[in-house]
């Protein structure tokens, strides 16, 4: 083993749970931050055709109609038909039943943000959608995608909202998470499907949803730690 491998190991080592907890969650928000970021220079200097036209077009070999259906109604999970009375339904039972009041808001938050965070970048870099014929509605800039943004935010918001009420329970946990981040990504991919986003789009979309998620996570276990201590 490399000294530098030892000296990382007896630093981690000797880190407190909380602690590890945080370096790890800023890594993963630098990560996600820096292909947001990434991509964006990309798209800047017009470095994301190649990239998006080879994945776009395999995707796109996948085309016929039983997929096209179950496409359009996962896409519609990520839509604001869905995720608002999803919001309100899940807030309402936070407020009324459970009195959890800040973990109503934080969810909340989660969704609003994203959304309105999604406004701004898509006016800013003003992407058009893809020129192939949209097999759904769809209207607006192009990138960051806002279902991709949503879907990481929102349903990564509510999942590890979830996934701490069972984890303090001390019932089994693990399958969450790994169904919010199935759900995310089949929404993302639906995008690139119905021809209404880039894949560049989508990535862009998790990368600036899921740093927005992380940022709402922090100040979660930030008001939780206070709330508890």
């Known amino acids: 083993m490399a000294k530098s491998d030892k000296i990382l190991i007896s630093f981690l080592s000797s880190l407190s749970k909380k602690k590890k907890q945080f370096l790890w969650e800023m890594l993963m928000f630098m990560s996600l931050l820096g292909t947001f970021a990434a991509l964006s220079e990309d798209l800047i200097h017009g470095k994301l055709k190649l990239f998006d036209t080879i ?6 070999r996948f085309t016929e109609p039983g997929v096209t259906t179950a496409a359009v109604w996962i896409t519609t999970l990520g839509s604001a038909f869905v995720e608002v009375p999803l919001l309100l339904g899940t807030v309402a039972w936070l407020l009324f039943r459970s009195k959890k009041h800040w973990q109503a808001v934080m969810l909340a938050i989660s969704l609003s943000g994203s959304e ?3 406004l701004f970048l898509k006016e800013i870099f003003h992407r058009s959608r893809p020129t192939l014929p949209h097999l759904v509605e769809a209207g607006g800039y192009s990138f960051p995608s806002g279902h991709a943004m949503a879907a990481a935010s929102f349903y990564g918001m509510l ?10 329970q001390g019932k089994c946990s693990w399958p969450l998470p790994a169904f919010t981040g199935m759900l995310i990504f089949l929404i993302g991919l639906s995008r690139v499907y119905l021809r209404v986003h880039f894949p560049s789009d989508v990535i862009a979309g998790f990368g600036a949803g899921g740093a927005w998620l992380i940022i709402c996570i922090m100040v979660w276990q930030t008001i939780d730690n206070h709330s508890h201590s």
């Open 159 to 168: 999942g590890y909202c979830i996934w701490r009420s069972r984890q303090k």
């Open 55 to 60: 994945i776009g077009e395999w995707i796109y």
């Open 116 to 118: 309105l965070l999604n």
